[in-house]
């Protein structure tokens, strides 16, 4: 088309050199939309600007399988977009450019499998980023430069193992790198329970380090090219810690040992257990009460009678470890106190007249655990560890009953065996645990939760007070909170907690003062979610629609993190949580549960949305900096597939309400009345400071003027001695009226006259 002789509107040019353009025209320049064509088959499609390419738009070339997807400027990749380096798509760079260079965040899939998501600077590997070797099963998660490992940062090596493998952990380091190596401080966690914590050169242990073995004992010395340099004489340290179990001989067998059996020694693989060396009991403590001649005996049935339970105890372990995860790489689980609570609870180790936060102060006394640490939901626990912990509870409810029969601890740890854990365990009770799908997304909620338990507990009345919530804490924070009302009235909230827990509520009278630990916390608060969160709510609450992704409501945004998360898993990944602008920090615990991110379905999914034609209207966020999204969608929730799908929305809409839009919103206002408080005392008291300096500067004037008045001639008038009161009498001067003095004084010289005469 023409329009005063200049090309104007739809048409296509083609020019001398073969280049072809197809779209819309501004006086003779290309604008808007259109589509070039070059004579080796590339096509462009997309937005133009000037006869540039420029906004969004779609490459694709002929002679290699290239194609882009994304946004240009000036002819140039710049903003968002996809680069695919062949047909299949399994080889592509998805995230940010400037200027046709890689820069800021983005994935790099490589078509061996291996996958790169982070920070880039000129084409390569640059800040943070987490790089994933599928081929090999490692992972690498920390600071790069130029491609390559330099900084602190985390490496992970992962290796397929049959369930309830003996080693429930990973080879992991964490520290510094230098060039792609191990160099400077790191900590080497061996999948034998085995840490070395030191200094490191060019992937070899080199320099002071510590070496705890995978039965405890600890070297600490010089290494050399990854050995120990310095072997120690470990008979003063076998002598103060002497083996019951081979106490006759010990004498001086060590003297003079090689190096070979020192080692042998303190890894444990030369030890008399017959649980063998990938499993030492700690029972120094516990042997301590009995008599020295029976504590051999004691060690041995003690250690007979967990290896007659090893498979049980090993698959309880699993079990236990496994709640709350998503399925590992590796079949490698790691309990956590959180899981460890719930496994004490379902076994009713709590029925023995005796509190969770009970058990952990008993633990702490045993293991010399930090007070910060003793009711962490975080806390690792290894299988030797728990099988120490059982060992020592035992003890703790059952040593009175069998304090005068033989062997008094192999009694205790069989009786709690046969009537708490072989019959109970593994029937997971409590809200939290016992439904999969409603598990996972309730992790999206624990970090704010512990966050607020922690800001409301007061230090125990028992030693070494630390930190615990009691019931009626609990109960007053609700009140505070605004959040007991008919719904969730007083006796409701005795009534949940007592589910769990017979000595709390009989019925007429009820024990406030009980100490609740994190998990009795946190899955009374999701039963309390279920309560307060009526139907009417959740519909009025799920009514708006979701056409828009930013379409929230006031105070109500769910966000999961995009980085390392799959956004097609919304129940079974972590989230963060947002209260307006406040951002729960990432997740500890799914860490801790080893929650395994899958990363390849929302790529698969961006890729989707950049090839719709509609995507050129759409604003695109950078990948790991978060997409928002909207949990219970409007299609689902009326068109449920079944009723278990209705049910489970319906009941993550309860917890958001609950927690979102109650919870979380009070706390965030309670914090701030109170950093406003603090400021206003603050500024009260620098007012009142700065009042005092006043005061005292003006009596400091004061003093000095009448200083100045004092050394002034007798006869000049002090302006101070004028102002004081007129009855006040004064010792130096007494004042009477004149006239009368004279009067006197005439009268008496007339007298004396008179007399002369």
Known sequence: ???????????????????????????????????????????????????????????????????????????????????????????????????????????????????????????????????????????????????????????????????????????????NFVNGCRQGYGKFYYASGAIYEGEWVSNKKHGMGRLTFKNGRVYTGPFSNDHVAEFPNLEDELLNHPDPSSESALGGQYRGSSSTEIVRRLDGSGSDSVLGSTIELDLLLLLSEYPETEQAEERKQVEYAVLRNITELRRIYSFYSSLGCNRSPDNTYLMTKLQFWRFLKDCKFHHHKITLADMDRVLSAYNDIPVEDIHSPFTKILFRTFLNYLLQLAHHIHHKEFQNRSPSLFLCFTKLMTENIHPNACHVRGNLFSRQPRTLYSMNYIDLSWEIYTAHCRPSAAPPHEPTMTMRHFLWVLKDFKMINKELTSTKFVEVIAQDNPFVYDGIDSNLELE?????????????????????????????????????????????????????????????????????????????????????????????LLSDDRISKMNFKSPGKGLTFLLPQSEETEKPKDEQNEDLNMWISHMCIFFVNKLFQAHRHEETLKEKVKENRSRYAAMAKQRKTESYELESRLTSLREEEAKRPDYEVDITVIKEPAETPSSNFTPSPVKEETMAVQSKSIISRKKRK
């Open 516 to 608: 609740l630990v994190f998990l009795e916390f946190f899955e009374a608060l999701l039963s309390f979610a279920s309560i307060c969160a009526t139907d009417q709510m959740t519909k009025s609450y799920l009514s708006f629609p979701n056409d828009d992704f930013t379409g929230y409501r006031p105070g109500i945004t769910c966000m999961t993190t995009h980085k390392n998360r799959s956004l097609s898993a919304v129940m079974s990944q972590e989230s963060d949580v947002h209260v307006g602008s406040a951002r729960a920090s990432s997740s500890k615990l799914a860490q801790l549960l080893d929650v395994t991110p899958d990363i390849k379905t929302p790529q698969l999914k961006f890729r989707k």
């Open 1 to 175: 088309m023409f329009s005063e002789g200049l090309m104007h509107g739809q048409g296509t040019y083609i020019w001398a050199d073969g280049v072809k353009y197809e779209g819309d025209f501004v006086k003779n320049i290309p604008m808007n939309r259109g589509t070039y064509t070059w004579p080796d088959g590339s096509t462009y499609e997309g937005e133009v600007i000037s006869g540039m390419r420029n906004g969004f738009g779609v490459f694709q070339c002929s002679t290699q399988p290239v194609s882009y997807i994304g946004h240009w400027c000036q002819g140039k990749r710049h903003g968002k977009g996809s680069i695919y380096y062949n047909r299949e798509g399994t080889s592509c760079y998805e995230g940010d450019w400037v200027h046709n260079t890689k820069k800021g965040w983005g994935i790099r899939r490589y078509k061996s499998g291996n996958i790169y998501e982070g920070q880039w600077e000129n084409n390569m590997r640059h800040g943070e980023g987490m790089m994933r070797w599928l081929t090999t099963n490692e992972e690498y998660n920390g600071q790069w430069e130029r491609g390559v490992q330099n900084g602190l940062g985390t490496h992970t090596w992962f290796l397929k193992r049959i369930p309830n493998s003996q080693y429930p952990l990973r080879n992991e380091y964490r520290g």
